[in-house]
């Protein structure tokens, strides 16, 4: 298992591209970040370059979501955005490589039901794995716990498991974020175990708080023994805020453990 941090919510003093720096000199093997756009491909290239590091996880674009809105994914009137959003991602895709591509669900959208939403979900979604092709990543639609986000149509792993059961082929993998999954009360061991199998990459922080390991009540030896022992091979992402000036011992015990 390898360590990635995510420069969505971590080293936010730092403009983002030197993000990517901060996280080699830590400790880190990689990076994700939930919307790369604002830098150009050929920044992102040259900044991996420099560090040396893989960028492992990107989201589509989501559109007003992030500001509390639908978004694009599960709204029946976004379709033509939402198709969009897939060609701006998968040019990133292509010149960047991440392991992972990551499809925000979203909100019901106003004047729509729920089932309208989840639906039109399911049809992006067979229609974005006809556009990935061969491409050697992972399409995952990730839970999100719906206290933080209210109004999310994938709270629960459990949801994302029915959404995976309604696409036309079998290639939607799960992406676990285990803060999300302890406010949504989950057990979180027994989360792993259940969808081990499809189990293609994991975020992390502790909970309550949603902050560094070791700052709330999450049993982390526990977990990491487990997911060393189920054989567990995706990327661990630390996925919280945090500073270039904040303590990262957790990380090397973490390492030394998971070696």
Wanted: glycine share 6%; charged share 15%; hydrophobic share 40%.
């Amino acid at each position: 298992m390898r360590f990635a941090a995510n420069l969505s919510m971590m080293f936010t003093d730092l403009p983002l591209l030197e993000r990517i720096q901060c996280a080699k000199q830590l400790g880190f093997q990689g990076i994700e970040v939930q919307f790369p756009y604002a830098a150009s491909v050929a920044d992102w290239q040259q900044a991996l370059k420099d560090a040396q590091l893989p960028l492992v996880l990107i989201n589509l674009p989501a559109g007003d979501f992030m500001q509390g809105g639908p978004g694009l994914a599960s709204h029946p009137e976004r379709v033509t955005e939402f198709k969009e959003a897939a060609m701006q991602a998968l040019d990133y895709v292509d010149a960047l490589q991440p392991s992972v591509l990551n499809v925000l669900a979203g909100r019901v959208a106003p004047g729509h039901t729920q089932a309208a939403c989840l639906q039109q979900l399911v049809d992006n979604l067979n229609w974005l794995q006809k556009q990935l092709g061969t491409r050697p990543l992972h399409l995952t639609c990730e839970p999100i716990n719906n206290l933080d986000q209210p109004g999310y149509l994938i709270p629960r792993p459990s949801d994302w498991a029915a959404l995976a059961s309604r696409l036309d082929h079998p290639g939607l993998k799960l992406q676990l974020d285990i803060y999300h999954a302890a406010q949504m009360q989950q057990a979180i061991s027994d989360c792993m175990t259940r969808y081990a199998k499809d189990l293609v990459h994991i975020q992390f922080a502790d909970h309550p708080g949603r902050g560094h390991p070791g700052t709330g009540q999450l049993n982390w030896e526990a977990l990491l023994t487990q997911l060393k022992s189920q054989g567990y091979r995706g990327w661990l992402a630390a996925e919280f805020n945090a500073s270039s000036k904040d303590r990262f011992d957790w990380l090397e015990a973490w390492q030394t453990k998971l070696s």
